[in-house]
């Protein structure tokens, strides 16, 4: 009979207090951990990369007789192509040719007409000394 009373009771009034306190804690803990979070990286996170350094780039470039036969016409275009790719702001060129002899074309610049202006002006000639265009170019 207990059984069949129970059936009849009314229903229980649904109480907020604890779902509501269950809820704001969550979230309390929530944003304390997401702070402690974004806290933790700012101490742990990496030093920004340091400023990228100036460079300098020394083309050193065969003018000897082997170049014939449009190897010189096709190297003053990828050696051009070169000076148009790079940051001039940050990086300078110089352009170093060597046959019988060496030459510095262009010290060491930032004006990419007058890199592009040597290369245009090497010429073939001369036998194969690449050791005089290296060293004229380490010095």
């Keep these: ?3 069949s009373l129970h ?5 229980r009034r649904f109480r907020w207090k ?9 979230a309390l803990g929530t944003l304390v951990f997401a702070g402690l979070g974004e806290l933790w ?14 460079q300098a780039v ?10 014939m036969f449009g190897a010189l016409s096709e190297m003053k275009r990828a050696a051009s192509a070169y000076v148009e790719r790079q940051n001039l702001t940050s990086a300078r060129v110089s352009v170093v040719s060597f046959d019988s002899e060496s030459r510095v074309d262009i ?4 004006d ?27 010095a």
Excluded: C, E, W, Y
């Design 112 to 138: 990419a007409a007058a890199i592009k202006a040597a290369i245009d002006n090497l010429h073939v000639g001369g036998s194969t000394r690449m050791d005089l265009g290296l060293k004229d170019a380490i």
């Design 41 to 54: 990286l700012a101490l742990t996170a990496p030093p920004p990369p340091p400023p990228a350094r100036p």
């Design 18 to 26: 604890k779902p509501l306190q269950f809820g704001l804690i969550a």
């Design 58 to 67: 020394v083309l050193v470039l065969d003018t000897s007789g082997s170049m």
């Design 7 to 11: 059936a009849l009771a009314p229903a």
């Design 107 to 110: 010290p060491l610049s930032r």
């Design 1 to 3: 009979m207990q059984s």
